[in-house]
């Protein structure tokens, strides 16, 4: 069974950072997709940020310029730095691993509130 765990989430004020990370276990990481999708509430589940297996990124318009993806496959974790942030980037962050089908972590909370 895939297992994908995220941590480094939290409360944070505007124009602070944080830094989420997901490890990967029981997958052969370098090859998947990875990304990183929110969810705020009431709101459906949106791509934040991904990168392939050559390290091709790709980002919302909304976070483009104060976010940053990036993947270690030697340790098997993507990571999502984000400086800048405001109090719309509140959400359940969810890291996702794509190849032929999607595997899901359990999410992780980051609140940006002053």
């Known amino acids: 069974q895939v297992q994908l765990v995220e941590s480094g989430g939290g409360s944070v004020q505007p124009g602070g950072s944080l830094r989420l990370s997901c490890a990967a276990s029981?997958?052969?990481?370098?090859?998947?997709?990875m990304g990183w999708y929110r969810q705020a509430p009431g709101k459906q589940r949106d791509l934040v940020a991904s990168?392939?297996?050559?390290?091709?990124?790709n980002y919302a318009d909304s976070v483009k310029g104060r976010f940053t993806i990036s993947r270690d496959n030697a340790k098997n974790t993507v990571y999502l730095q984000m400086n800048s942030l405001k109090p719309e980037d509140t959400a359940v962050y969810y890291c996702?691993?794509?190849?032929?089908?999607?595997?899901w972590g359990q999410g992780t909370q980051v609140t940006v509130s002053s």
């Open positions: 990168i392939n297996n050559s390290g091709t990124t």
């Open positions: 996702n691993a794509r190849r032929y089908l999607d595997y």
């Open positions: 029981r997958i052969n990481f370098s090859i998947y997709v």
